[in-house]
């Protein structure tokens, strides 16, 4: 790929197009174009802002083309009704404030992490704890990070319920849910499954209430645990689950959460870890190129693998049949078996 001065340009310019929608979901700007088309000074009214700065922000999101302008009247289109309104399931606000709060201001200091190989989290935080254990600490926060990986993590279950037998297993558990979107989604294709998540105590009230207020609260067991620490109630799941989660972690703490679940999981069971891996000759894609970076600053030592690489350390942890199931959608699954 050749690069002109205009990409360069465009790419480090990137962040005025990412500011721009985080600000507006935090304001809550689009709930007040749900049922009407509204001029600067209505929406500079409804927002009690100066009407100034409220037009720079529309001119701007019209642009970006998030609303449409006919005379001197905005609208939001009905099609985007669905992430931009703070009271739809899909609404991207939750992304928002995660990237506000935490990865803005982490990203700032990436010179700093590439230099050093160091996350940045006491540099942006003054705090040396782990990234989950700062994130844990405020409710608010632990909200907002389990809504974004619930969302996120849609078109990649719509594919693995689809395109896997989860009716050939008898138990599932799902090791960091989110909040509990692949297991309710079991639930619905697969009714003679039973279903558990297995969560750090700091989410998991969080996770039982939300399952709670969509009806899935007796369905669905919410258990604690920690893959790290090795405390794993696996018990007789025959299939277990760890989404997007080893990417966390660095090579060696990745194979120590590996042969945790393996020596928890019962004989004969099956683990698929879901991920979004490197290219084998490591050329991109240029998602997960930069989520590895995501990963510098925030992490202690996560980073991100090619295929090859994840099935190594499957291979070290114990497990047989190691291999790749490609399913449609954004994530590959890295299967392997305890004989």
Same mark, same amino acid.
């Given at each position: 790929?050749?690069?002109?001065?205009?990409?360069?340009?465009?790419?480090? #310019?990137? %962040?005025?197009?990412?500011?721009?929608?985080?600000?507006?979901?935090?304001?809550?700007?689009?709930?007040?174009?749900?049922?009407?088309?509204?001029?600067?000074?209505?929406?500079?009214?409804?927002?009690?802002?100066?009407?100034?700065?409220?037009?720079?922000?529309?001119?701007?999101?019209?642009?970006?083309?998030?609303?449409?302008?006919?005379?001197?009247?905005?609208?939001?289109?009905?099609?985007?009704?669905?992430?931009?309104?703070?009271?739809?399931? #899909?609404?991207?606000?939750?992304?928002?404030?995660?990237?506000?709060?935490?990865?803005?201001?982490?990203?700032?200091?990436?010179?700093? =992490?590439?230099?050093?190989?160091?996350?940045?989290?006491? =540099?942006?935080?003054? +705090?040396?704890?782990?990234?989950?254990?700062?994130?844990?600490?405020?409710?608010?926060?632990?909200?907002?990070?389990?809504? %974004?990986?619930?969302?996120?993590?849609?078109?990649?279950?719509?594919?693995?319920?689809?395109?896997?037998?989860?009716?050939?297993?008898?138990?599932?558990?799902?090791?960091?849910?989110?909040?509990?979107?692949?297991?309710?989604?079991?639930?619905? =294709?697969?009714?003679?499954?039973?279903? =558990?998540?297995?969560?750090?105590?700091?989410?998991?009230?969080?996770?039982?209430?939300?399952?709670?207020?969509?009806?899935?609260?007796?369905?669905?067991?919410?258990?604690?645990?920690?893959?790290?620490?090795?405390?794993?109630?696996?018990?007789?799941?025959?299939?277990?689950?760890?989404?997007? #989660?080893?990417? +966390?972690?660095?090579?060696?703490?990745?194979?120590?959460?590996?042969?945790?679940?393996?020596?928890?999981?019962?004989?004969?069971?099956? %683990?698929?870890?879901?991920?979004?891996?490197?290219?084998?000759?490591?050329?991109?894609?240029?998602?997960?190129?930069?989520?590895?970076?995501?990963?510098?600053?925030?992490?202690?030592?996560?980073?991100?693998?090619?295929?090859?690489?994840?099935?190594?350390?499957?291979?070290?942890?114990? %497990?047989?049949?190691?291999?790749?199931?490609?399913?449609?959608?954004?994530?590959?699954?890295?299967?392997?078996?305890?004989?």
């Amino acid at each position: 790929m050749t690069l002109n001065k205009q990409d360069v340009v465009n790419h480090m #310019m990137g %962040f005025f197009q990412a500011k721009a929608v985080t600000a507006a979901l935090s304001l809550k700007l689009f709930d007040h174009f749900r049922d009407t088309d509204l001029s600067a000074q209505q929406l500079a009214d409804k927002i009690d802002a100066p009407l100034r700065s409220t037009e720079q922000m529309l001119i701007a999101l019209n642009a970006m083309g998030y609303l449409t302008k006919q005379d001197n009247q905005y609208q939001l289109p009905t099609e985007h009704h669905a992430f931009l309104l703070s009271d739809e399931p #899909m609404w991207l606000g939750w992304l928002g404030r995660h990237i506000d709060t935490f990865l803005y201001p982490l990203w700032g200091e990436l010179s700093s =992490a590439v230099k050093s190989d160091t996350n940045q989290r006491e =540099a942006v935080f003054g +705090d040396n704890r782990s990234w989950f254990d700062i994130l844990y600490q405020n409710p608010d926060d632990v909200a907002d990070f389990q809504e %974004f990986l619930g969302k996120f993590a849609a078109p990649f279950i719509e594919g693995f319920v689809k395109d896997y037998d989860f009716s050939q297993h008898h138990a599932f558990l799902d090791i960091g849910s989110g909040i509990g979107t692949l297991p309710i989604a079991v639930a619905n =294709a697969h009714p003679g499954v039973s279903l =558990a998540i297995c969560e750090l105590p700091q989410a998991s009230a969080f996770l039982r209430d939300k399952l709670g207020e969509q009806g899935y609260g007796d369905r669905i067991e919410v258990v604690e645990g920690d893959v790290i620490a090795g405390n794993l109630p696996i018990g007789n799941y025959d299939l277990i689950h760890l989404g997007w #989660m080893l990417h +966390d972690y660095a090579p060696e703490t990745q194979i120590t959460i590996l042969k945790n679940i393996y020596n928890a999981m019962p004989a004969g069971g099956r %683990f698929i870890a879901s991920e979004t891996p490197l290219n084998d000759d490591k050329s991109g894609p240029e998602f997960t190129a930069l989520l590895s970076l995501n990963m510098l600053v925030s992490t202690d030592g996560g980073i991100e693998s090619s295929s090859e690489e994840y099935l190594a350390r499957f291979h070290e942890a114990g %497990f047989s049949n190691a291999r790749i199931l490609e399913i449609p959608g954004p994530r590959t699954l890295i299967v392997g078996e305890k004989a």
